[in-house]
């Protein structure tokens, strides 16, 4: 049970227990750097093209540039599973700003840090997916855009965790954030659609929405399952009013929602688009992406 894992940083493969960063990186002293999350599913590494894509427009948008190009990236990710024999597990590469002084300048920070860990994925249990979540709204905001672009998904994840603990406060699956007009902008991890009259509407992510792989996903095979999906303004009256609500994720998969704040959505169980989207989702998890 107790297996190596390799850690890659900076050129190397390290062992778990030897793989450490500079207390002077500023991905340490200020969350300053990015990261993604990533799946493979029986040797595919799903969607890796778009997930890196997504790593270096976060890195573009904080002005940082990852020192590996994205073929380099996309083979160490590759070798990191290998060297780890995992078939299947969850990837998370890693690009700080370095080590710098203790002034927040990144210009003290000469040489940008690359990691890459892979290990195993606890999954959800059977269950959610069986009988849904129980989620609610939670009062942390998300992030405003002007001031910390919720598209950048970097190493400062303190707007996500401190609604994270008002979900464990309140003992439900998940939380949704509101942005700061009060529409709905996602789930603390994950992104959120309803189903109302055979339409699925899905918050657009100018409302403050991470753009989720898995969302692009499910919205791309919705369609071309002849499914109308609109990205459009959410309330919460919209939510609790749903005939269907799923969030989608990385590690969620599609996983239906059946109650908020003591409201039952649609008939209290799995709602059958979302079934039918999330059985589409796993059709193609262990084809659409990088096979090793
Ligand atoms: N919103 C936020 C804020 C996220 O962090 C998603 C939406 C869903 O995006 P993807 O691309 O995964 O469909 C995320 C992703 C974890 C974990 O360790 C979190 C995510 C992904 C993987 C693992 O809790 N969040």
């Known amino acids: 049970m107790n297996e190596t894992r390799w850690i890659y940083i900076d050129g190397k493969f390290l062992p778990k227990e030897e793989a450490k ?14 990261f993604e999350g990533i799946r493979a599913y029986e040797g595919n590494v799903f969607c890796l093209d778009e997930h890196i894509d ?4 976060s890195a573009r948008a904080i002005a940082l540039e990852p020192p590996i190009s994205k073929k380099e990236f996309s083979d160490i990710i590759v070798e990191t599973l290998k060297r780890n024999g995992l078939k299947s597990g ?18 003290k920070c000469p040489k940008p840090s690359v990691l890459v860990i892979a290990d195993t994925l606890a ?29 950048v998904k970097s190493l400062n994840y303190l ?8 979900v464990n406060r309140m003992n439900v699956g998940e939380g949704v954030m509101l942005n700061s007009e009060g529409f709905i902008a996602e789930a603390t991890a994950d ?29 791309e095979l919705a369609r071309k399952d002849g499914k109308e999906v609109l990205e ?36 209290g169980k799995p709602g059958l688009i979302t079934c039918r989207l999330r059985e589409l989702f796993k059709s193609i998890t262990s084809t659409r992406g990088r096979k090793y």
């Open 159 to 166: 707007n996500n965790i401190l609604a994270r603990i008002e």
């Open 90 to 107: 969850y990837i998370r590469p890693i690009v700080t700003r370095g080590k710098g002084d203790l002034g927040l300048d990144p210009r």
């Open 123 to 151: 999954i959800y249990p059977e269950e959610f997916y069986k009988n849904g979540l129980e989620i609610a709204i939670v009062a942390t905001r998300r992030n405003l855009p002007t001031a910390l672009p919720p598209q």
């Open 232 to 267: 459009t303004a959410l309330t919460p009256y919209d939510l609790y009013t749903a005939d269907e609500c799923f969030l989608t994720g990385t590690a969620a998969e599609v996983v239906p929602v059946t109650k908020i704040e003591d409201r039952i959505i649609g008939s």
């Open 191 to 219: 992104n959120i659609f309803i189903v109302r009259k055979n339409v699925i509407e899905t918050p657009a992510t100018y409302h403050g929405a991470l753009p989720g792989i898995t969302r692009n996903c499910v919205i």
């Open 54 to 57: 997504r790593l270096f427009l």
């Open 21 to 34: 960063i500079s207390v002077y990186d500023h991905g340490f002293l200020y969350g300053d750097g990015v």
